[in-house]
């Protein structure tokens, strides 16, 4: 079945460059995501990537995509306090847009 | 645009209440789902929708029914709830367009259970 993990903690300071990462099982994934939640909310999509890329650039964000070793990961250069938040992978595989999330990895920005 | 909508956003019920988690969106999405957020676990899908009339289990489904009789709206109802279904509940909703595949979640319910 579909696996999805992530480390569940990561703290930076603010103004240095924040990665993420994620390992996935499943290799028919067609979609990987990253979702941000902030304290109180649901679920916000951030980016997502397409099984056939390898990066994908949005601003700050950087999405590298090693689909040899289910590797994901989530750049975000020059963190600020407002990225403070839980950040989920996700991935998507088979029909019906069922997805799978890992168990979230909150990050905390240090002023 | 509201989006998803999820009501209550709390509840607390005693052992063995019933009770129905309200999901309603207005952007015509065909695929909706009820996940569950508790520590440490991540979301787990409780059940899903591709359309109206239509529903799945997901990897969590006991203890919890759904209906889809619209396409606007997807109740979750907990028959006889129990201290373990303690728990923030979200919906979500997405279309079923390959080319356009962002999920859109509500703000959660939080559920106690006691």
């Known amino acids: 079945g579909e696996d999805v993990e992530q480390s569940l903690f990561l703290s930076v300071r603010e103004g240095d460059s924040s990665v993420i990462n994620c390992t996935y099982t499943?290799?028919?994934?067609?979609?990987l995501y990253w979702y941000k939640q902030e304290p109180g909310a649901g679920l916000q999509l951030l980016t997502y990537?397409?099984?056939?890329?390898d990066m994908k650039q949005d601003q700050r964000l950087t999405v590298l995509l090693n689909k040899k070793d289910k590797h994901l990961s989530l750049r975000i250069a020059d963190t600020q306090t407002g990225d403070s938040a839980i950040y989920f992978c996700?991935?998507?595989?088979?029909?019906?847009?069922?997805?799978?999330f890992g168990i979230g990895t909150k990050l905390q920005v240090i002023p | 645009n509201a989006g998803v909508t999820q009501t209550p956003k709390f509840q607390v019920l005693k052992t063995g209440q019933s009770m129905t988690l309200q999901c309603a969106q207005d952007?015509?999405?065909?695929?909706m789902s009820w996940y569950r957020q508790d520590p440490g676990m991540g979301l787990r899908l409780i059940h899903y929708?591709?359309?109206?009339?239509?529903?799945d289990q997901g990897e969590v489904p006991n203890g919890y029914n759904v209906s889809r009789s619209t396409t606007e709206d997807f109740p979750l109802r907990l028959l006889s709830a129990a201290p373990s279904q303690t728990s923030v509940y979200f919906c979500?909703?997405?279309?079923?367009?390959?080319?356009?595949?962002?999920?859109?979640f509500g703000q959660g319910t939080r559920l106690t259970v006691v």
């Open positions: 979500a909703s997405s279309s079923l367009d390959r080319e356009n595949t962002e999920a859109f």
């Open positions: 499943d290799s028919s994934s067609t979609y």
């Open positions: 990537i397409f099984s056939n890329m």
């Open positions: 996700a991935e998507c595989s088979g029909g019906y847009q069922k997805v799978t």
């Open positions: 952007m015509n999405h065909e695929y």
């Open positions: 929708s591709v359309g109206a009339g239509i529903t």
